[in-house]
């Protein structure tokens, strides 16, 4: 990683930079980007505009803070198992929708599973996009923030999946 391309990233104020720069400068933008895990291997980069490069590091960065990192992807299931978890869950809230209008002397019990059902596959939606090996860097570790926030900081990291 290199110390100039890290700290254009995580300075909290804009820089004058250059459009175009030394192939060495930009792929020490490049590396240091995919060690912060701002960006992967799938990315596609401008090479005629650093600056412009530049600032999409930096506004990632701030965006992607205090998100989990990568590695908690690991702890998931496969992302097959994860979309098959997220259509059962779909499945489920829509069978608790038919019922909601055959049982009303129950409506008030089955919207509260609707409730939990609907979480199930919004949590299992999420899980399979962090595990996708194919998705951007940022659209994996946003899922998992959207995860963590979904459950609360607890039970994300004691595995309590619904």
């Avoid at 005629?48 to 998100?67: G, H, K, N």
């Amino acid at each position: 990683m290199s110390l100039l391309a890290y700290l254009l990233i995580i300075l909290p104020m804009d820089l004058p930079l250059p459009r175009q720069v030394h192939g060495e400068l930009f792929a020490a933008l490049v590396r240091t980007a995919q060690t912060l895990e701002l960006a992967g291997e799938v990315e596609s980069w401008r090479r005629d505009d650093y600056r412009a490069e530049v600032q999409w590091c930096r506004a990632t960065y701030r965006e992607l803070r205090d998100a989990p990192p990568l590695a908690d992807a690991a702890r998931l299931p496969p992302q097959t198992i994860c979309e098959a978890l997220a259509r059962f869950a779909e499945a489920e809230a829509r069978w608790l929708c038919e019922r909601r209008q055959l049982q009303l002397h129950h409506a008030e019990h089955i919207a509260a599973l609707l409730e939990q059902a609907n979480a199930a596959a919004r949590f299992w939606r999420l899980a399979a996009t962090a595990t996708d090996p194919s998705a951007w860097v940022r659209q994996r570790r946003v899922a998992l923030a959207e995860m963590r926030q979904l459950l609360d900081h607890d039970r994300y990291y004691a595995e309590a999946w619904p």
